[in-house]
DNA sequence: CAGTATCCGATGCGATACTG
DNA sequence: CAGTATCGCATCGGATACTG
């Protein structure tokens, strides 16, 4: 908790953000309701935390229960699962992310988008679609990254789906250009593929089965379908 | 926020943590959403914040515009209004309100229950009944509050109705004692009428209109019809 | 890889005093 | 009543170094 005094209520949402609404916390329930167990999984969606952070946090979950830590093989590895009331967190963290993406005005968190969190978040939304090869690579090229990290790779191979940061040698089927901002902003549902083509800086060449529908093997948030209000109406940050 | 560097993140649940869990700007904004509109009225839902904070809470509140600042009369008194982007988080509360109603484990907040902020939110669910008197007077005595702050009334007058902290002098209809504790579990639905008769210490007295379904005039909390889930599945706090 | 220990600077926040 | 200004310290959390 932020602070060691308590809130001195009774009141159920006071208790809840008592316990939740410390710096990380939801982000790092966030990444275990969507599926990560590993220290590192975590972090890759939480890339700013510092391992220190975020050791302590799990501890703190633990002992509220939110969590149990559970062994994972014989080398002191372990996983982290939520419990039934961590789980129960999940109507909790929609309600925030759904009224995020439709009140808050998101300029201020496209100024600095980071490309491994932005790829994390492609990789849990990629599908493979039936008329796929059986290896398939989309190379993206994210012209406002860091010199040494504008090109990744999506490489399809069989079951496995993986991102690549350095070239995996393979011929590549799509070919993608833009800018760090604007492939958030696609994938959030924020502008539309038209808009992002006409005036947006994105390119995207291959084939026109995966080209024409990107998004039908990309994938969007699950946040992507609600549109954002008008932006005078909307809540700024910072 | 309690740190000046951001999430880094454009995912909307990230967004939305970054501007609300702050401490005490959800109860903040519960209070709104619950109809106070003054400095006091909200002090008296949060009782423990400093004036200084919640100065600057409902500062930062209103320049995010969550809140606006609209004059009333011509003293420099102002009424804090949630925007259309502020009402939008009733989701936000009511599924935190929910969820700490069903997962978590109270006895810490019950040790401390604060006999202001009992009644606070008792007098917002007390309601006349048809078979009142114009007058009616409840009188609490709470046996573990501060010796000067044991009894306290309950008046409806006509169309007011008021918390007293000191004799209204007038003719008392219905008498309870009780410990503060059991008075909000009672509320909060955590306990039944019967269990408190029976082993809660709770007493009532008065006639049988008004004694035998006290909440028909008492209220409860909006969340006292979601019932707890069993003691070794909470979470608990501290 | 999967963390833990320690240090120390930043800041959040309560207390007190003051104002219109 | 409805706040604002200032001060000082507790604690939060990032950086760095270390461990199994």
Redesign the pocket.
Known sequence: ?????SYGQFCPVAMSTELLC???TLLIIRELLSGST????IRRGVP????????????ELESARLLR?VPVGS????A?RLTAAGEGLESVVNALGEWGQEWIEPELALGEVNYGYLLWNLRRTVRRVSDMPRRFVARFEFTDAPIDNRHHWLLFDGEDIDICHADPGFEVNVWIECRLRTMAELWMGWISLSSALEDGGFTIDGPPEFIKQPFRWLGQSRHAGTPKLPREARVVMG
Chains 1, 2 share one sequence.
């Open positions: 908790m932020t602070s060691v005094k410390s710096r990380w590993s220290f590192n999984d700013l935390i510092s391992r220190t952070l975020l050791s302590s946090r799990l501890k830590r080398s002191g590895r372990c982290y």
